[in-house]
Each structure stands twice: as C-alpha cells, then as structure tokens.
C-alpha cells in the first residue's frame, strides 16, 4: 500500500555556535554587535540551523539569560535547532527551549583510528574457505570541491556568499564589499573589502589575496578588523591568512612569494 509520505534519514548542514563562557549577556552582546540588525553583517547568517555547544562551560546562573540568548540568535538569522555537550542544568533549559539534543561530535581522526582497527578484527577471524579474486580497475568520475569564481569587482555594499563552496574572486573587492565562504577564499587581485572564511565553522579555511588591504577578515568567526594595522611585509602584499592549530585560535598572516 503505497502512502503520501516516506520518512527518511537526513543529514543537514548546521553551524555550531561554542559558548566559552556561562556570562550569556556578554554573549549577546558581542554576538548583536559582530551579527546583529544594526551591525556590519546583518545579513551574514541566512537562517542557518544551529547546535548550541556547551563543551567545558559551568552551569547557568540566570535562566531567562537563555531566553534572551535565543532570541538574539534568531535577530541574526540563525534558527538555534540543537544543542550538545551540555551539563544537566544547561540539557534542562535547552530541552524546555524546545532544542533536542545532538550526538557529541565525533573528531575526524578518531574516526580513522576506528577505521585502523577493523582489519584487525578481521584478521582474527578463521579463514573458512580460500576465494581466488580477480581484480578489476574501476574508473569513476569525482566531482571536484564545488567554487563560486567571480569575474566582476565588488562595490561597496554588494556580499557574495559561497555557501558550501571555495570563492575565488578575480578582481578587486573595494571597501565596503563583503565576500564570505564556507570554504577558503582567493582573490587575485587587492582585497580591500571584509573577506570571512570558513564561515560554517571550517577551521582549515584560509583565505589568500594578491595584495592584502583588508578592512575585516575572518576564519571561521576569529576576526581581525583594520583598526589592527598589519604588518609592512603583509599589508598590500600578497600574503595568506590562517588559523593557528595550537588550540590558541589566532590568525596568522603569511606572506606569499608571488
């Protein structure tokens, strides 16, 4: 019998936003003011799904500072879904909230350490019967990461989004103009615009630019405006930029021998 409907297993692209701190007011603040409606990028979040993380926080002290944190995350159209690693003060008020809760997420390396192990198993088991196997080569087209390539200068005030995708930009980004991927940037030409990489949380984004003049530039949410000159070997040289991997979570600024 055949029905209207079919529930399936889905897997859906989500940000995820890290508390490092129980102080939600301070939250919100900072968040209305990188995010929010009167700040640079109100438009940066386009009702992206999220996990609220509360990995090594303490409990809540004021439970209607929750609210307000929900509140303030949908005025920078964001839609707070799930939350996880949280304590059972924060698991109350999130599953009151309506949030479900996520499976902690599982780190990329342990997964291939898991994956090491099976063969080991395998091997432990008896061999029962001998199969003769003929190996054929098999030749499969790879779709290749998607990019979004931009041909055009930015004005200011025009915002090019890569959702899921590299940005490579051709020409120059003026002041004013903001680029984001979810992905890296590159931007063969001056970048003088707000360049935001890894916008989705990717901490191996980088973004690289020919002549490096940037009013705002950003890895997955570390950001660094102009009122931070960079250094004479960086700025209007081409140079990329990085994310530390020492846990410090501090952007590094290389110069490109181009």
């Not at 439970?63 to 839609?79: G, I, N, P, R, V």
């Not at 700025?235 to 590094?252: C, F, M, P, W």
Request: charged share 20%.
């Amino acid at each position: 019998m055949s029905t209207s409907f079919e529930i399936k297993s889905a897997q859906l692209p989500l940000v995820a936003l890290l508390l490092k701190t129980p102080d939600l007011p301070k939250v919100v603040g900072e968040l209305l003011q990188q995010f929010g409606p009167e700040s640079d990028s109100p438009d940066f979040f386009d009702n992206d799904g999220l996990v609220l993380d509360f990995s090594n926080i303490a409990p809540p002290s004021e439970a209607q500072h929750f609210t307000l944190l929900l509140k303030t995350l949908t005025s920078c159209h964001l839609k707070p879904l799930a939350f996880r690693n949280a304590s059972e003060d924060w698991k109350s008020l999130a599953l009151a909230s309506g949030l479900i809760e996520a499976p902690v997420e599982i780190p990329r390396n342990h997964q291939a350490s898991g994956a090491q192990k099976t063969p080991e198993k395998l091997v432990a088991e008896p061999v029962l019967q001998v199969i003769k196997e003929v190996t054929r080569e098999v030749i499969r087209e790879v779709p290749g990461p998607a990019t979004l390539v931009i041909d055009k200068p930015l004005r200011s005030g025009q915002k090019i989004y890569a959702r899921g995708a590299d940005l490579v930009v051709l020409a120059m980004v003026n002041m004013g103009a903001e680029i984001v991927a979810d992905g890296n940037i590159h931007v063969y030409a001056p970048l003088r615009g707000k360049a935001m990489a890894g916008a989705s949380g990717n901490t191996q984004a980088r973004i690289f630019s020919l002549c490096m003049e940037p009013e705002l530039i950003s890895i997955a949410g570390v950001y660094r405006t102009s009122e931070n000159a960079l250094a004479k070997d960086i700025q209007g040289k081409a140079a990329q930029v990085r994310l530390s991997n020492d846990g410090q979570e501090k952007l590094l600024f290389d110069a490109l021998n181009a």
